[in-house]
């Protein structure tokens, strides 16, 4: 018995499915790692999610404000190949090219909030599709724990280095295309239970 083959999607097929989606290789995978099997739909992440993203957002747009060329955006698609779109929990974009629908160049901060349903993609397949893509900076936020881990693209090596776990310390992100950008993490887990 020969390999089974799996049948592959494109932006085409993916801009037609309902629900939150995202397709790795041309694979479609629920965006907050699971289905609901009488709908078909993947649900929205959980309250804490939510809450984590919005004051990473705020954090990091209050820091860009003066900077006209940046834009940080939450859970919007990066069209990465045809076969390959992923919705990071934020971005963050300098001299964009954000049409109506999505980003199609590279970001310079990526943020993924990690859940049990979704750590293993995050921290492998994600991660690795990122690097690939030479992501300058890439945070895994987990809630929970109330820390990020941060990973710088080295380019001499060609890989992600990590610089470190952070809960309450300053940050600065260096050779951003606007500016550096200092955050304090201890915002971020601001009102977090």
């Given at each position: 018995?020969?390999?089974?083959?799996?049948?592959?999607?494109?932006?085409?097929?993916?801009?037609?499915?309902?629900?939150?989606?995202?397709?790795?290789?041309?694979?479609?995978?629920?965006?907050?790692?699971?289905?609901?099997?009488?709908?078909?739909?993947?649900?929205?992440?959980?309250?804490?999610?939510?809450?984590?993203?919005?004051?990473?957002?705020?954090?990091?747009?209050?820091?860009?404000?003066?900077?006209?060329?940046?834009?940080?955006?939450?859970?919007?698609?990066?069209?990465?190949?045809?076969?390959?779109?992923?919705?990071?929990?934020?971005?963050?974009?300098?001299?964009?090219?954000?049409?109506?629908?999505?980003?199609?160049?590279?970001?310079?901060?990526?943020?993924?909030?990690?859940?049990?349903?979704?750590?293993?993609?995050?921290?492998?397949?994600k991660f690795k599709i990122y690097e690939d893509e030479k992501v300058p900076?890439?945070?895994?936020?987990?809630?929970?724990?109330?820390?990020?881990?941060?990973?710088?693209?080295?380019?001499?090596?060609?890989?992600?280095?990590?610089?470190?776990?952070?809960?309450?310390?300053?940050?600065?992100?260096?050779?951003?295309?606007?500016?550096?950008?200092?955050?304090?993490?201890?915002?971020?887990?601001?009102?977090?239970?």
């Open positions: 018995m020969g390999a089974l083959e799996l049948e592959t999607y494109t932006y085409d097929d993916y801009k037609t499915w309902e629900g939150r989606w995202e397709l790795i290789y041309g694979h479609p995978v629920p965006l907050y790692g699971k289905v609901c099997h009488t709908t078909g739909m993947s649900p929205a992440p959980y309250f804490q999610h939510q809450k984590l993203g919005s004051n990473f957002l705020v954090e990091l747009q209050t820091k860009i404000d003066d900077c006209p060329n940046c834009e940080v955006v939450y859970e919007c698609d990066w069209i990465i190949e045809d076969d390959t779109i992923v919705c990071p929990d934020l971005i963050l974009t300098c001299n964009h090219d954000i049409n109506e629908d999505y980003v199609t160049k590279r970001p310079e901060i990526i943020v993924e909030i990690s859940s049990k349903s979704t750590a293993k993609r995050d921290e492998t397949t900076y890439y945070i895994l936020a987990y809630p929970k724990e109330k820390k990020i881990k941060i990973f710088e693209f080295d380019k001499k090596k060609n890989k992600y280095k990590s610089l470190g776990s952070y809960r309450d310390e300053k940050f600065t992100f260096q050779n951003i295309k606007c500016k550096d950008i200092t955050i304090d993490v201890k915002n971020i887990f601001k009102r977090l239970k």
